[in-house]
């Protein structure tokens, strides 16, 4: 995916299409406020998409800044001007920055004044980034007065709630010690996914720490499509109705940003990628802060003594159990099964555990073992261990290139002579420039993997529509994986409320490339993807996913 980054998320997708009209063309558009935030040199801003006609104005005026502190934020717009699909950053207003706008704000929401209540109150907005100090103080009012007046019992607003502001406040802020202000309001905006603070389900704040390497020549493509698929996410379930808080940190160089309270207090941690800033992250981290390994499989270490922690992405081990599974699953009494692994590997602590899960798995396997340079004189060694009235189920112990093309070249000399043979092996294999591809369906390749995107499935036909709509180009895997990984988590946090994580086990999901099926082997461990996918290639030149191997 290829993006222009002028600054961090700033996603500018040339178009042909994108061209300027004038405010007089056409009638305005509405701004859809984001909620999406980075952070970048100590600064908040919001990730806003730009959709068709609207102007450098009218977003402005939406979230409340001026055109200056855009074009201050993305220099990139003063040479390119405003792209449709464009993402841009909207500088989040500090309580001293909104000094300036209290005369515009009262203005309009004046003229929102009930008939009932003309003459003694207003009615306000609230904001996303308001609460009732803020309020209060646009206002010149007291927090107890405007409580008083909408028969708050806690401070805790919704974004849109109308709230009634009292044109003379007779009512002062000593009558009611702060100590005497529930912590939480019971109460919900109809506009609005939050539900009771009770349980807090519904309402989600989450953090994402992504190496986005903003402020290098060539900025992470990787992460930035992992985010483009988050935000996906992020519409996707507030269209379902729940109210999310998104914070986006850029973790380039390896450095973590500082334990604020944002993160302690968010529902899910997302990233970052690396088993050493996991570990770090995981260090500093209290233990109600969940914390998720997005895209590195060998991170699963963690899961030892951080019940906090859960590793995404299937481990090779857990596909190599699934391997072992399915071949006790396909295999017969007459069939044979051989294990092949490379002679003097270094990985011998590798091979015997993976021998270990053969054995677990109740399959009865023959060993062969040979180095590379021996690769045209094994095939007679070979053929003596297989059988020529049933197949042969061959697994692969080895995620060596060149070693795993040796043997893929040896099973297909058998197979010409009339052997049949059936190929298990990592999923790495798939990726592997040098094997010929029509070698990998002559041998009915099987394969656990942890990714796989079914393009005929209904629910990716819709997704694909949807990025190439949104960003002018095509989702790779990582965008894939961002949404997957987005949409799961807020998910369940969003349904069970603050204590999701104690029923994650059984939210078992089918996503868009990935399999969920969370498991804890103790209550002092974290939580493994066992959830993979079975991929067949055919001797038709098909590519097919097996059942969803749970």
């Known amino acids: 995916m290829k993006h222009l980054f002028p600054i961090l998320i700033s996603i500018i997708i040339a178009s042909a299409s994108g061209t300027w009209v004038s405010a007089q063309d056409y009638p305005p558009v509405p701004v859809t406020i984001s909620k999406e935030k980075v952070k970048m040199n100590g ?127 007779t009512v002062s802020e000593q009558t009611m010690p702060d100590d005497t202000i529930p912590a939480q309001n019971a109460g919900t905006d109809a506009d609005s996914a939050t539900l009771s603070a009770d349980d807090g389900k519904g309402s989600v704040t989450a953090t994402m720490m992504l190496p986005f390497d903003a402020m290098k020549a060539v900025p992470n493509e990787g992460s930035m499509d992992f985010y483009c698929g988050a935000l996906m996410a992020v519409k996707q379930i507030g269209d379902e109705g729940s109210d999310v808080d998104l914070n986006v940190y850029d973790v380039d160089g390896n450095i973590l940003p500082s334990m604020d309270d944002q993160i302690r207090n968010s529902d899910v941690i997302i990233g970052p990628i690396s088993p050493a800033n996991l570990e770090a992250l995981l260090a ?30 299937a481990s090779s081990l857990k596909l190599y159990e699934d391997l072992a599974r399915w071949i006790r699953e396909d295999s017969n009494p007459a069939e044979r099964v051989i294990a092949i692994y490379e002679k003097g590997t270094k990985n011998t602590d590798e091979l015997g555990e993976m021998s270990s899960i053969l054995e677990s798995a109740g399959v009865r396997f023959m060993p062969f073992s040979y180095s590379i340079l021996e690769g045209r004189d094994v095939q007679k060694p070979l053929m003596e261990l297989m059988t020529s009235e049933a197949a042969n189920r061959v697994i692969v112990l080895s995620e060596s290139e060149a070693f795993v093309n040796d043997v893929v070249r040896n099973l297909n000399l058998l197979i010409h002579d009339e052997y049949q043979i059936v190929l298990y092996g990592s999923s790495k294999i798939r990726g592997f420039e040098t094997i010929e591809v029509d070698n990998l369906h002559n041998t009915c390749l099987h394969t656990s993997s942890a990714y796989y995107v079914d393009y005929d499935d209904v629910k990716v036909k819709d997704f694909v529509k949807r990025y190439r709509a949104l960003y002018n180009t095509e989702p790779t895997p990582f965008a894939f994986q961002g949404y997957d990984i987005t949409y799961y988590f807020l998910k369940q946090c969003s349904e069970g409320g603050k204590d999701w994580l ?49």
């Open 43 to 169: 600064k908040t801003y919001l990730s806003h998409i730009v959709q068709e006609r609207q102007t450098l104005y009218s977003i402005a005026k939406a979230y409340g800044v001026t055109v200056e502190q855009l074009y201050e934020a993305n220099p990139s717009l003063i040479d390119g001007g405003l792209r449709k699909n464009a993402i841009i950053l909207i500088p989040v207003l500090q309580k001293d920055d909104l000094k300036d706008e209290r005369k515009n704000v009262q203005e309009d929401n004046r003229k929102t004044v009930e008939a009932e209540d003309e003459g003694k109150y207003i009615i306000h907005t609230v904001r996303w980034y308001e609460d009732l100090d803020v309020i209060a103080g646009k206002y010149n009012v007291t927090v107890q007065s405007i409580m008083s007046a909408n028969g708050l019992t806690g401070r805790k607003l919704t974004r849109r709630q109308k709230l009634r502001i009292p044109l003379y406040d």
């Open 284 to 313: 500093g981290c209290p233990k109600t802060a969940s914390v998720v390994s997005p895209l590195d499989h060998r991170a699963e270490y963690l899961c030892s003594g951080n019940p906090n922690f859960i590793q995404a992405p």
């Open 502 to 550: 104690n029923s994650l086990e059984g939210n078992d999901m089918s996503m868009l490339q990935s399999n969920f099926r969370f498991r804890r082997t103790s209550d002092s461990e974290g939580f493994v993807n066992t959830g993979v996918r079975r991929i067949v290639y055919g001797p038709d030149y098909s590519v097919n996913l097996e059942e969803q191997a749970y």
